[in-house]
């Protein structure tokens, strides 16, 4: 299938963690096809290496460190973009994670955690998307793709604003390509299942390593909810991502993907 990125240019948050979605993403982009995948991350060394991969895949690229909750960075990260291409045709906000682990009921919860998880997940996103769509609409043309999760399906103690972020988060793509469809812009969200990224450090910091024949029962006891019995991978969420990023899916806007081993249907 010709996913038709010949002269497009892609920007990709989030892609500095050598094992995450976001260096995935822009790899696949590159490989598929696209003249130019601009990445950008707090971590300036951590994106240049994911750069340095996109050249030898032959695509154009950039490495812009920047922090989405930082508007005046967000502004002059899109700006090195389009100095240096042009245009962006392709944006995904893959940026994000989760910032707490409050195994506590809400009235012990701390409310600064509260704000800083929104102000990451959902008003990063809009901060990187606001400077971004300008230039989207001057060429009447734009996709974006959203990483959202499939935690707004899951309820459990504790993780309940990081879930509340990412279900902002799909709405936020539905307002939006409500909206901004009559300007040729498309808007999806792709929301993972659990893939080993980095993504887990903090729920795990401080923990003792648990033994592995515990780490082994409590993967079990997870993956028998999950119809087809894995773990995702950066790929899995990668392939999702790269197709609604194209336009063979050019008839498709404001919709969540779940791309979770069939864990929410
Ligand atoms: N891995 C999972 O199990 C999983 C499941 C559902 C959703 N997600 C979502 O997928 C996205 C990607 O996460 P991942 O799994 O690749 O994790 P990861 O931790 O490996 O990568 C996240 C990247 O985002 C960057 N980042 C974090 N805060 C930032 C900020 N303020 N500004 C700029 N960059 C920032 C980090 O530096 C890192 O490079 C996140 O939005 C996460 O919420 C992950």
Redesign the pocket.
Known sequence: MDLQFKGKVALV?????Q????KEIALLLAKEGCDAVAV????LA??EKTAEAIKKLGAKTIAVK????NKDEVRAMVQKVIDAFGKIDILCN?????LHKDYVPLDQQNEEVWEKQMK??LF?TMNVTKAVLPHMRKQKYGVIVN?????THQYAMGVGV?AMS?YALDLFTKQLAYVEGPNGIRVNCV???????????VLREGMPPLPPEQMQKMREAMLANFPLRRM?T?AD?ANATVFLASDVTGWVTGQIFHVSGGSVI
């Open positions: 948050t989030g892609a500095g963690s094992v995450g979605f976001g950008t991350d707090l971590n951590d994106v920047a922090d989405i909750t893959v940026a994000g994670g989760i990451l997940n990063g990483i959202g999760s499939g935690s990081y990412k929301a993972p299942g659990p893939a080993p990224t980095n993504f887990g450090a995702g950066p969420i």
